[in-house]
């Protein structure tokens, strides 16, 4: 199977595995169950949850049920967007080549949108069926930890909005980003491996992995914000420079962001070694995150 019928597959089952736990735009109250499905099924990659069943088939292909405790990666991710393109944040009207939640729904329901997004990803996690109470309350607390204030997705949202305009230090932005869009990356393959009953070291190897996927996702994220259209990207390319801010090539230039990504790809092909051939949809993952062009 090439990465392309791969990736495919992973993402139709994310597909399916979503529309059993989201409640249908029929179900009552109606209008938020459309906001919440908008933006859900408004076509992203799916890389969390791919990287988590991805991770999980290191340690145990075929998981029974791993995909519903991906999807609660996609929940959380969309409820952030969601939120990050509210007036009060990033102002947006363009996500997923699409007008943005609230530019459909209005504010109060996108805000109602993403709080029911976040809401449901634990009601997900505490519903598992195929796992251990103990390995159900690993993954919520690694989820909400990676969602959180302390070197999480929202104190990274915090560092970004307070450093907006400051003059762009290497610092700040690795407090920006490791939390920002790091944490929730990194936690997709630690659940997948804990879903999958990895041992300590097992979850060490695979968590290293996560780290520098991760910032070499957010590296390439600034890099495209530069250099591909709104047309390629789904969003409001050039944003970052309008709003002034910290990201990787207003600290480094290009060039040298270019050069990061790379070496970011390389160290987490490195940490996949132990695992051997297993982890070669993991490393054509990483390749795929430093080499795309949206």
């Given at each position: 199977?090439?990465?392309k019928?791969?990736?495919?597959?992973?993402?139709?089952?994310?597909e399916?595995?979503?529309?059993?736990w989201?409640?249908a735009?029929?179900?009552?109250p109606?209008?938020?169950?459309?906001?919440?499905?908008?933006?859900?099924?408004?076509g992203?990659?799916?890389?969390r949850?791919?990287l988590?069943m991805?991770?999980g088939?290191?340690?145990?292909p075929g998981?029974?049920?791993?995909?519903?405790?991906?999807?609660?990666?996609?929940?959380?991710?969309?409820?952030?967007l969601?939120?990050?393109d509210?007036?009060?944040?990033?102002?947006?009207?363009?996500?997923?080549?699409?007008?943005?939640?609230?530019?459909?729904?209005?504010e109060?329901m996108?805000?109602?949108?993403?709080?029911s997004?976040?809401?449901?990803?634990?009601?997900?996690l505490?519903?598992?069926?195929?796992v251990?109470?103990?390995?159900?309350?690993?993954?919520?607390?690694?989820?909400a930890?990676a969602?959180?204030t302390v070197r999480?997705?929202?104190?990274?949202?915090?560092?970004?909005?307070e450093?907006?305009?400051?003059q762009p230090n290497?610092?700040?932005?690795?407090k920006?980003?490791?939390?920002k869009?790091?944490?929730?990356?990194?936690?997709?393959?630690r659940?997948?491996?804990?879903?999958?009953?990895?041992?300590?070291e097992q979850?060490?190897?695979?968590s290293?992995?996560?780290e520098?996927?991760?910032?070499?996702?957010?590296?390439?994220?600034?890099?495209?914000?530069?250099?591909?259209?709104?047309e390629?990207l789904?969003k409001?390319?050039?944003?970052d420079?309008?709003?002034?801010?910290?990201t990787f090539?207003a600290v480094?230039?290009?060039?040298?962001?270019?050069?990061?990504?790379?070496?970011?790809?390389?160290?987490?092909?490195?940490a996949?070694?132990?695992?051997?051939d297993?982890?070669?949809?993991?490393?054509?993952?990483?390749d795929l995150?430093?080499?795309r062009?949206?």
């Open positions: 199977m090439t990465l019928e791969y990736l495919a597959n992973r993402v139709e089952i994310v399916r595995t979503l529309h059993t989201v409640p735009e029929t179900v009552e109606e209008v938020i169950h459309r906001a919440m499905r908008y933006s859900l099924f408004a992203g990659k799916r890389i949850p791919v988590c991805a991770a088939d290191v340690i145990q998981a029974d049920g791993i995909a519903d405790a991906a999807v609660t990666l996609e929940m959380i991710h969309t409820y952030s969601i939120h990050d509210l007036p009060a944040l990033d102002n947006d009207d363009l996500r997923r080549g699409q007008p943005t939640n609230h530019k459909v729904f209005g109060a996108a805000i109602l949108a993403g709080d997004l976040l809401t449901l990803a634990f009601q997900v505490g519903s598992l069926q195929h251990s109470a103990e390995v159900r309350s690993q993954l919520v607390v690694e989820l930890s969602s959180g999480g997705m929202i104190g990274g949202q915090v560092h970004d909005i450093g907006e305009g400051m290497a610092a700040l932005l690795e920006i980003h490791r939390a869009t790091g944490a929730l990356l990194r936690a997709s393959v659940m997948g491996a804990i879903y999958a009953g990895a041992n300590a979850l060490a190897a695979l290293e992995y996560g520098h996927t991760g910032l070499a996702f957010q590296i390439v994220d600034d890099i495209l914000d530069i250099e591909e259209s709104s390629a789904g409001t390319a050039g944003k420079l309008y709003q002034q801010k910290i090539p480094y230039g290009l060039a040298e962001s270019k050069r990061m990504a790379e070496e970011e790809r390389q160290k987490a092909h490195a996949l070694a132990p695992f051997g297993r982890a070669t949809r993991l490393i054509e993952i990483a995150i430093v080499d062009k949206s």
